[in-house]
């Protein structure tokens, strides 16, 4: 019959688009996953020894990935994100041309996510580059601090916090290893020989500060660096910030079902029409 | 007689055809769908000094009071956010406004400052409710009591289960000044009434 047939393919007709819904594949959230990164600073703090440029190349390259001009005793440049490898570190006298030999280099190895200052120390007669670890997260609730002792006329320095001792006997040249400190605002006091300063300085839960003794034209000089800074006290678990009013709703299946009951309904009754019709006429 | 015959036949072909989509239909839209709730609006960037990256020396930057975000329209005064009774992170009352965690530190200070603002209400959007349209690149602009203005470019965005909240890579210290913008994702789960997921913004200090 050809509503029969006309049936049949209607069916056929509607079932193919439902299919093929049904095998639309969801768009993949692209995840990016960043290559592994490090942290790079450079510092001047050799007293005797005039400003230098710094250059790093990566390893092997002739042409430097950053050169930081004239940088004087006492400076720390802040960190620059680098990609993790080999590099080499070039110091050069202040106006030098790129191409002059370097006063001094240093090779350098970034592992991801690790961070390092690479200073010049001791006196200008016996200057090196060295590289230093840096840490950059603390215990939980705790500062991290430690003392760079480059100042030249006070060989050595001790450095007490808040009257308790912090760091004793630290050598010109040297980096004291980090201490985790109780977080507070207090009294910083370095002795050397001869001389000695105080200040007052805060240091904050989650920091990390490198400390910096230096030879000033009066005498000492402390300088606080904020390495890095987080939240002293992390929330636990998520954040509650959402309440629903926009998230997806499935749909009322009312108007479908008042659909499917028409069709049954205009289905009943044609059927029914259509069977009184095929008893046969008296 | 055929013609009537043909037409009660019709009328049962098309009730057939009609229930038999009706069903179709019900069967294809029993997932979630979202309403659409307006264009994206877009904002100027907003005029003012950019203050340089601070010296790592310890000082101190100014507070952070409003916060614009040109891509997604948002525009918000920054309240302040601390820690609830059970150490969760506070969130603002109003769905509105956006708000700095103060155990974090300021934007624009070395370190990773916290912003967290809402998704939606019961109602409707919020104003963090466009927070996952952002792409790497964007700019996110904060305003400081002192006028100047810390300027992020936007480096990730993630999206973590809130019962595998990445604490450490939202909240530890960083060398450099960044800035975490969180809202809620995912799917919302009408028994818990929360959502199951956070969305998280992960930006860098740009000049």
């Known amino acids: 019959m050809n509503v029969l047939r006309f049936i049949r393919r209607a069916v056929l007709l509607m079932a193919v688009p439902a299919l093929l819904l ?100 001791g006196p200008e007669s ?77 240091l904050a839960a989650g920091t990390v500060h ?11 000089v402390l300088d606080n660096f904020l390495d890095s800074a987080g939240s002293g006290a992390a929330p636990t678990g998520g954040v509650a910030t959402g309440f629903g009013g926009t998230a997806p709703k499935v749909p009322s299946p009312m108007p479908w079902v008042y659909l499917i009951g028409a069709g049954l309904l205009l289905a009943a009754g044609g059927g029914a029409a259509a069977s009184r019709r095929r008893q046969p006429s008296a | 007689m055929p013609g009537g015959k043909r037409a009660a036949l019709l009328v049962l072909a098309v009730g057939v055809i009609a229930a038999v989509a009706g069903g179709a239909g019900l069967a294809l839209t029993r997932h979630p769908v979202a309403a ?25 930057v100014s507070l952070p009071v409003a916060l614009t975000i040109p891509a997604i329209g948002v525009q918000t005064s920054l309240i302040h956010l601390g820690l609830t009774a059970t150490g969760t992170l506070q969130v603002p009352s109003s769905t509105a406004v956006a708000g700095w965690y103060t155990g974090s530190p300021r934007p624009g200070a070395v370190g990773s400052a916290v912003i967290a603002g809402h998704i939606d209400s019961q109602a409707g959007p919020g104003i963090f409710f466009r927070l996952s349209s952002l792409h790497p690149g964007d700019l996110v602009y904060v305003r400081r009591a002192d006028g100047t203005l810390a300027v992020f470019k936007v480096t990730d965005v993630r999206q973590y289960a809130k019962d595998s909240f990445p604490t450490a890579a939202v909240y530890s210290p960083t060398p450099d000044p960044e800035l975490r913008l969180i809202t809620c994702g995912g799917t919302f789960d009408p028994a818990l009434g929360s959502y199951l997921s956070n969305t998280v913004v992960y930006a860098v200090e740009t000049l």
């Open chain 1, 22 to 121: 049904c095998l639309i594949p969801k768009a993949a959230s692209a995840s990016t996953v960043s290559a592994g990164t490090g942290w790079v600073r450079l510092a001047h703090l050799s007293p005797d020894t005039p400003a230098v440029d710094v250059y790093l190349y990566s390893f092997g390259d002739s042409s430097a990935e950053q050169v930081l001009h004239h940088v004087g005793y006492g400076t720390v440049s802040p960190y620059e994100s680098i990609a993790a490898g080999d590099y080499t570190v070039a110091m050069r006298a202040a106006g030098a041309a790129a191409t002059s030999a370097p006063v001094l280099s240093a090779t350098l190895t970034v592992a991801p996510g690790g961070a390092y200052t690479v200073a010049g120390l």
């Open chain 1, 126 to 202: 016996g200057l090196r580059l060295q590289v230093i670890r840096d840490q950059l997260s603390t215990p939980p609730g705790k500062t991290l601090v430690r003392v760079i002792q480059a100042s030249l006329q006070q060989h050595v320095v001790t450095v007490t916090w808040n009257g308790a001792s912090a760091v004793s006997n630290l050598a010109f040249g040297s980096v004291s290893s980090y201490q985790a400190v109780s977080p507070a605002t207090a009294t910083l006091h370095v002795s050397g020989e001869s001389k000695t300063v105080n200040t007052t300085i805060t």
């Open chain 1, 210 to 220: 490198t400390l910096v003794v230096l030879d000033g034209s009066k005498g000492l």
């Open chain 2, 36 to 60: 659409q709730w307006g264009a994206t609006p877009s904002l100027p960037a907003p005029t003012g000094p950019i203050a340089a990256s601070p010296q790592q020396r310890s000082a101190q």
